[in-house]
């Protein structure tokens, strides 16, 4: 689909775990070579990517979970500033930052009194069984997910120098993630699992064909369809101008703003919604 919209589609490897962030805090291994390596294929586009029809003065780095941290710290880092991305513009909700801690400082017996009393908030109840999953992946999304989505969104709007366009994606159908990763995890409990919303990094179900053999091809329903399309024009529309804005998402996509915030959401009908 990608490059049916007339756009240049770069995907890199890079190294990770111990071979790509293992630091000595030395010369010899100072750490995040991954990050290096991803430095060096930015290089590398700039200086090749005009022979394959591209433009270097026009590249947006997207990626999704680590992926867009790795183009918030590309956006910090002063190896990746120079010479590398001149269109810098960047999907803010693509990103999954890793959450700081809670900052709180505490013994063993205030720690267990705090998780108790989170818990109690969450699931109304001190420990935890299988009636009460729906709640402990409500509480899971909002201390893995939600807290450094919002702590990398408002540092975005703080120090933005292009509009910032958030999103929530909302859209679940059989070719979800939740239909396959967390069933195929737990087999004797999939049905409490199927068809609990939509899953870290559904999007890039419906923008690229997945090879993983636990996930079989799913033909895509008339509805997917339009979901796919809608996608492909928003993320190749913003990778070409900066803005995701176009007929096919049938509504206005509005730039975030600290003082009135809002987002699109990205479900079975696309629409704009104000507050966080």
């Not at 294929?41 to 005009?50: K, T």
């Not at 790795?70 to 190896?79: A, D, E, G, I, K």
């Not at 399309?229 to 509504?251: H, M, V, Y």
């Amino acid at each position: 689909f990608l490059i049916e919209e007339d756009i240049v589609y770069v995907t890199i490897n890079y190294r990770c775990g111990v071979l790509g962030f293992l630091s000595l805090e030395n010369d010899k291994l100072p750490g995040n070579l991954g990050l290096k390596d991803q430095v060096l294929a930015l290089q590398w586009v700039q200086n090749h990517i005009e022979s394959f029809g591209g433009d270097p003065n026009n590249v947006t780095l997207f990626g999704e979970s680590a992926g867009g941290a790795s183009v918030h710290y590309h956006m910090l880092s002063p190896l990746s500033k120079e010479g590398t991305v001149h269109c810098d513009q960047v999907n803010s909700d693509l990103s999954l930052m890793v959450p700081d801690d809670l900052a709180i400082t505490a013994d063993r017996n205030e720690e267990c009194r705090l998780g108790k009393e989170i818990l109690q908030f969450y699931i109304n109840s001190e420990s935890l069984s299988w009636d009460t999953v729906p709640q402990y992946l409500d509480l899971l999304t909002d201390v893995e997910f939600a807290i450094a989505q919002e702590n990398s969104r408002r540092n975005l709007l703080k120090y933005q120098t292009c509009p910032v366009f958030s999103y929530q994606f909302t859209y679940c159908s059989p070719r979800s993630l939740s239909y396959f990763t967390l069933p195929m995890g737990t087999p004797h409990k999939a049905a409490q699992f199927i068809g609990l919303g939509a899953s870290h990094g559904d999007e890039l179900v419906h923008l690229f064909k997945t090879n993983m053999p636990e996930m079989p091809f799913t033909p895509p329903t008339e509805e997917d369809q339009i979901v796919m399309r809608k996608l492909l024009k928003a993320w190749t529309g913003f990778a070409k101008t900066g803005n995701p804005n176009c007929e096919d998402l049938a509504s206005s996509w509005v730039p975030d703003d600290i003082n009135n915030p809002c987002y699109l959401e990205m479900g079975s009908v696309w629409q704009c919604v104000k507050g966080v």
